[in-house]
C-alpha cells in the first residue's frame, strides 16, 4: 500500500508542478512585453525562474513529508478506442 500512496503523492506533486510552472510562464510572458530592457528582462526572468522552481522542489518537500495522498478518479472516465480497420473505413 506505500507505493500506491506514493503514486498519489507524485501525481498530486507533478499537477501542482504542471500548475505553477504555467504560472510562472505567464508571468514571464507578461514580462516580457512589460519590461522595455533586454537586460532587466533576463535578470527578471532569472528571478521568476528561481522563485518558481524553489516553489515546487518545497511544495514537494511539503508533501512528501507531512502528507497522506490518496487519488480519487473521476467517477465517469470514458475510454473510447476505435478498431484501425473502423477508422480507414
Known amino acids: 500500500m506505500v507505493e500506491k500512496t506514493d503514486k498519489h503523492k507524485e ?9 505553477v510552472t504555467i504560472l510562472f ?3 514571464l510572458d507578461y514580462a516580457e512585453v512589460a519590461v522595455p530592457n533586454a537586460d532587466q528582462y533576463k535578470k527578471l526572468r ?4 528561481r522563485v518558481g522552481n524553489n516553489c515546487i522542489r ?11 495522498v490518496k487519488y480519487d478518479p473521476p467517477a465517469e472516465t470514458i475510454i473510447e478506442i476505435k478498431s484501425v480497420c473502423a477508422a480507414r473505413e
Not at 46 to 49: I, T
Not at 58 to 68: D, H, L
Request: glycine share 0%; proline share 0%.
Open 46 to 49: 532569472s528571478k521568476v525562474l
Open 11 to 19: 501525481k498530486l506533486i507533478r499537477s501542482i508542478s504542471d500548475e
Open 58 to 68: 518545497n511544495i514537494s518537500r511539503e508533501v512528501q513529508s507531512r502528507y497522506v
Open 25 to 27: 510562464e505567464k508571468v
